[in-house]
């Protein structure tokens, strides 16, 4: 049931993201929905290739791209981790 819903919520987020930014997502996009606080921090990962998500060059395009699809799935098993997370805090303390 766990994973049906992580499904789910990745088709979720993945309907938004394309809705919002397209199918592609460019560095200025990646920048926000992954959750770096700059520019120069996404550049950083780039440079120690700590992106979370797998980032492609577009040939005479400017900067790096990432598929909508992979961002949403990357963002729901973030979600899911958090969840677990904290349901094991919640047993910890009892």
């Not at 098993?77 to 805090?89: V, Y």
């Amino acid at each position: 049931m766990e994973k049906q819903q992580k499904n789910k919520l990745a088709a979720e987020l993945e309907i938004d993201l394309t809705t919002k930014h397209g199918v592609i997502l460019s560095s200025a996009i990646l920048v926000q929905v992954l959750g770096y606080s700059s520019p120069e921090a996404f550049r950083q990962s780039l440079a120690r290739k700590t992106v979370p998500v797998l980032v492609f060059r577009i040939p005479n395009r400017r900067g790096h791209f990432a598929l909508a699809k992979d961002v949403a799935v990357w963002l729901a098993q973030c979600r899911e981790t958090a969840k677990l997370d904290s349901m094991n805090e919640q047993h910890q303390d009892k």
